[in-house]
């Protein structure tokens, strides 16, 4: 299986904030990476897909970059919305596997 | 715009096999792939395998022996079983559906989840 190693696990931040999440892939994923925001007790909500192309809908302070194995989600200005757990998950192979999470907190 | 309701009992007694449905709406199950994950403390997002609408499946190796997944494009639904069921399948339980752009694929609509609970 691709093993998602996201970083950091968890992170304070304030209203405003540039927000930076990493996604690390165990192996070659090419571009095959999807972006996920989770509130809770609700369902993932797609966000990014193919690395760095916006779902449509989701504003545009929320970008994604990479390829390979290494990919980041960035969040220009935090908004009080955003306060959130989010997740990458690998396209690739099978299985379809998600990073852990990353949970972002109000400082 | 697609909708998507997952159904099926709560609790579930260990040794059994849980069953859920995905009903969606809003559009016709033909033509895409269709998901179920899964979510627990644990063991985060689990994905348990996907179908599509001409019944192709393919399935989480760790799961493979205990899951069947099935369309019925019918009633616009498709089902989960997982037999022999412990408290380690314990878990929030999604529906999803594939979206697709080229050769990208993604979850794009999901189900608002469903809570099976594993326990005598």
């Known amino acids: 299986d691709i093993q998602m190693t996201q970083s950091p696990s968890s992170l304070s931040a304030s209203v405003g904030d540039r927000v930076t999440i990493t996604c690390r892939a165990s192996?070659?994923?090419?571009?095959?990476l999807n972006w996920y925001q989770q509130n809770p007790g609700k369902a993932p909500k797609l966000l990014i897909y193919a690395a760095s192309s916006l779902q449509s809908g989701v504003p545009s302070r929320f970008s994604g970059s990479g390829s390979g194995t290494v990919f980041t989600l960035t969040i220009s200005s935090l908004q009080p919305e955003d306060f959130a757990t989010y997740y990458c998950q690998q396209n690739y192979n099978i299985p379809r596997t998600f990073g852990q999470g990353t949970k972002v907190e109000v400082k | 715009q697609f909708q998507l309701q997952e159904s099926g009992p709560g609790l579930v007694k260990p040794s059994e096999t849980l069953s859920l449905a995905c009903s969606v709406s809003g559009g016709s199950i033909s033509n895409y792939y269709w998901t179920w994950i899964r979510q627990s403390p644990g063991k985060g997002l689990e994905w348990i395998g996907y179908?599509?609408?001409?019944?192709?499946?393919n399935y989480n190796p760790s799961l493979k022996s205990r899951v069947t997944i099935s369309v019925d494009t019918s009633t616009n639904q498709f089902s989960l079983m997982l037999s022999s069921v412990t408290a380690a399948d314990t878990a929030i339980y999604y529906c999803a559906r594939h979206g697709r752009t080229g050769n990208y694929f993604y979850f794009d609509y999901w189900g608002q989840g469903i809570l099976v609970t594993v326990s005598s």
């Open positions: 192996q070659f994923i090419s571009s095959d």
């Open positions: 179908i599509y609408y001409s019944g192709r499946t």
